[in-house]
């Protein structure tokens, strides 16, 4: 048994079919291709492919790949988001002890929160903790050369 793993594990708000992907001559509901445009939690549109919604959301859920999946419209600033809104918009878990309290940690300002949020591509708990320690790195490097410059 092969099991497909999923890249994209977040939750889906809206899906519309915007348009057929090529023009086709013999027109087949089953084989026509169409663009889907994507609303997901975190606020931010995608489009991807799909030959219904059910395949779009199959193909959404493999991840950002830059031909056919991939965001076109970040999420906007949104100077209400908390930690606590960030976890339960990741779905993480209370098993995820580690990332829940890096993210309480690392995230612990509005603004941080939300360039999180546009920093993320594929919601899932690996590229979720990659982030999250490229973002701790960078705030360390930040206070070091503030403290170097004191």
């Known amino acids: 048994m092969i099991t497909r793993y999923k890249f994209n594990k977040q939750d889906i708000k809206n899906i519309i079919c915007i348009r057929q992907v090529w023009g086709q001559e013999v027109s087949s509901e089953e084989t026509e291709l169409y663009y889907y445009h994507i609303m997901d939690v975190l606020n931010r549109k995608w489009q991807t492919i799909g030959y219904n919604v059910s395949d779009a959301i199959r193909v959404f859920q493999n991840g950002c790949d830059d031909k056919w999946t991939y965001i076109i419209e970040q ?24 990332t829940r309290n890096a993210i309480q940690i690392i995230l612990n300002t509005v603004e941080r929160r939300n360039d999180f949020v546009n920093r993320m591509v594929n919601v899932n708990e690996e590229s979720t903790l990659l982030l999250l320690a490229r973002c701790k790195s960078n705030i360390l490097r930040i206070i070091n050369f503030q403290t170097r410059n004191l």
């Open 75 to 98: 999420a906007p600033y949104n100077s209400d988001l908390t930690t606590n809104d960030l976890i339960n918009m990741l779905s993480i878990t209370s098993d995820a002890s580690r």
